[in-house]
């Protein structure tokens, strides 16, 4: 790992202008992406500015129909939170499913959301209920934050403060687990909020997460397992490596969907 | 050099590190607390695991100066050098929860980790769930199922979940 100079600023402004004055710097949440890219040298920053002591970015809220994750809550938070185990256990699940407890302990929503891993779990989750992302700057909804693979909408010097997720009444994540790395060789999250109708897909795609719509026009009649019964999406823009090929990614996307329809409607 | 100072074990500790020193290696090479290992150094096999706060996280994966202001505790801090065991290092070594040693700082680190979160009477799929972080090439981890759960009923015995002496 190269050296770097390092920052801890206490609010979203002074990060912010951290950012600003220092060329080539970057964010660090809990380190779980940044740290290990940063020792393979695919990342060199020459400053960190770390968000770990930032106040009023951190929690679980219930605000009205929506649920609001500040950007700095870690996977083990947002799994154990009471109030969204109540109204939407399906999303609670999604940070449960990620790495393992240690990793849990350390890694926050807007890390995984920024970095968007191709095999990540949050960006599922985001795009699957219409998450809107809400930044230093603006607020960007889920279906134009995820602009391909670890890329992102956000702008130089832009910081996620917040996550704000409608509540679905129906919604269900599956995920195949990579038994080495824990990452979803495939997951797939769906909802149903009223005519609104979600199929969003994790891990298959060689451009990162997207939607299905030929699922979600499947499932407008019955939201209901059987409603995509047979039913398939083409191998064709499948990501395909050592661990599974684009065909075997396409067909989990089925299975992985009626499971997750499954959860949905129990 | 920037300066960092936290609690590690109970003491308060400093020191001038470069901003990329990870935690781990300033516990090992300026601390010299050699008990907490760096078994793969990419954040997968658990032998680092340190508590932050009471919490477990792996100190290969954290920058000393994040660390700025926390409590520490590694497994040297479970025990006095010339006291008892930690119940869960007993129970290691009752249950022959160990052979080669490597992973077992990290694994009794996680195993008070799992006490903290689940509570004292711990099944074996639950041990074998949670231990999903820690990595042991020796024992094929039966025997450190069974030492966890025997650590987690003893330490239910002393009445608490808690971690170290301190
Ligand atoms: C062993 C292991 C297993 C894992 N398994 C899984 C898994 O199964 N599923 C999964 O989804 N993930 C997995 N992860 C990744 C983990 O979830 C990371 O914690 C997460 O991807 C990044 O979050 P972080 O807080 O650690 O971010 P960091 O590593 O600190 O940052 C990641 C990137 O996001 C940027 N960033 C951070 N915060 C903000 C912000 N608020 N605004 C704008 N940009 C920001 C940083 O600059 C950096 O570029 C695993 C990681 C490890 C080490
Ligand atoms: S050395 Fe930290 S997880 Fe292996
Ligand atoms: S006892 Fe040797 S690695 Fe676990």
């Known amino acids: ?266 | 050099m920037p300066a960092v100072s936290m609690t590690v074990n109970g003491k308060a500790v400093s020191g001038d590190v470069e901003a990329r020193t990870l935690l781990v290696q300033f516990l090992r090479e300026n601390l010299r607390l050699t008990g907490t290992h760096v078994g793969c150094d990419t954040s997968q096999c658990g032998a680092c695991v340190i508590h932050v706060d009471g919490i477990a996280a792996k100190s290969c994966t954290l920058l000393a100066l994040q660390c700025e202001g926390a409590k520490i505790t590694t497994i040297e801090g479970l025990a006095a050098a010339d006291g008892p065991l930690h119940p869960m290092q007993e129970a290691f070594r009752e249950h022959h929860g160990l052979q080669c040693g490597y992973c077992t700082p990290g694994m009794i680190m996680s195993a008070l980790d799992i006490v903290r979160r689940r509570g004292n009477d711990l099944d074996e799929h639950t041990i074998r769930e949670q231990l999903d972080g820690n990595i042991c090439r020796c024992t094929g981890y039966h025997n450190i199922v069974k030492a966890i759960a025997a650590g987690a009923k003893e330490m239910g015995k002393g009445g608490t979940t808690q971690q170290a002496a301190e």
């Open chain 1, 1 to 266: 790992m190269y050296n770097f100079t390092f920052h801890r600023p206490t609010t979203v402004r002074q990060a912010a202008g951290l950012l600003a004055r220092n060329p080539d710097a970057k964010l660090l949440a809990g380190g779980h992406s940044l740290i290990p890219v940063m020792k393979q040298r695919l990342a060199s920053p020459a400053a960190l500015v770390d968000l770990g002591l930032v106040e009023g970015i951190v929690g679980v809220e219930l605000k009205g129909r929506s649920v609001s994750i500040g950007a700095m809550t870690r996977h083990a938070d947002v799994a154990n939170s009471p109030v969204l185990k109540e109204v939407m256990p399906a999303l609670a699940s999604v940070p449960g499913s990620i790495g393992d407890p240690q990793v849990r302990n350390r890694g926050t929503i807007g890390g995984s959301i920024a970095n968007n891993d191709p095999n990540a779990d949050y960006p599922a989750a985001c795009l699957g209920l219409g998450a809107t992302i809400i930044t230093n700057k603006r607020r960007i909804a889920a279906d134009d934050f995820f602009t391909g693979m670890f890329s992102t909408a956000l702008e130089e010097g832009e910081i996620i403060v917040r996550v704000s997720f409608p509540v679905a009444k129906k919604a269900g994540y599956e995920k195949f687990k990579h038994p080495a790395s824990g990452f979803a060789l495939v997951g797939v999250f769906v909802s149903k909020r009223g005519p609104d109708i979600r199929v969003a897909v994790t891990g298959a795609g060689a451009n990162g997460v997207f939607r299905v719509p030929s699922f979600e026009e499947a499932l407008k009649k019955r939201f209901s397992p059987k409603s995509i019964e047979g039913l398939t999406i083409p191998a064709s823009g499948m990501n395909a490596d050592i661990h599974a090929s684009a065909e075997y990614r396409a067909h989990l996307v089925g299975v992985l969907a009626r499971r997750a329809l499954v959860k949905a409607t129990a």
